[in-house]
């Protein structure tokens, strides 16, 4: 039987979870399932702590160590690629899998792209729902859409 391993990650989505509020997370696409990490504070700034404590241990400077640490949000997610999806389960409370098996409806949607009157383009939030027979889980993420439609498709078939 193949290990599992992980395959990519989508970073920073957000589970909606009412009109206006959403929890923060990563999914994790494995070759088996798609782990929805749910993001904590804790981890992240106990993540930050270990980032700024390596820039003082490399001899970098306040500034360096600052940026290091301010750096967390956008590279967070890259932790999830070196670490045993078991792992990632244990994590953070609320974390959990989807297995494909049990998706009954996919759907991934590009958010609308739009330009403002000065021609700056803006885009929307991608948009993924995952319909399972308990839940209709919808998802919103920015980044690269070709990025994660290659995971899904992975997982689940052609989206």
Do not use: W
Request: aromatic letters at 8%.
């Amino acid at each position: 039987m193949e290990k599992e391993k992980v395959l990519g990650v989508i970073p920073n989505a957000g589970l909606k979870k009412g009109l206006f509020k959403s929890d923060s997370c990563n999914l994790v696409v494995t070759n088996k399932r798609v782990i929805v990490a749910k993001f904590s504070k804790d981890v992240y700034k106990k993540e930050a702590r270990e980032r700024t404590e390596k820039a003082k241990q490399e001899g970098r400077g306040r500034f360096k160590q600052f940026l290091s640490s301010a750096s967390t949000m956008m590279t967070f997610y890259k932790r999830y690629l070196d670490m045993l999806p078991e792992d990632i389960l244990k994590e953070t409370p609320g974390t959990f899998a989807i297995e494909p098996g049990t998706v009954v409806k996919i759907q991934l949607r590009e958010g609308r792209l739009y330009s403002d009157e000065d021609g700056f383009e803006q885009q929307n939030p991608h948009s993924l729902l995952i319909v399972t027979p308990k839940a209709k889980l919808q998802f919103h993420f920015s980044g690269d859409i070709r990025n994660a439609r290659n995971l899904l498709s992975g997982l689940f078939g052609r989206i």
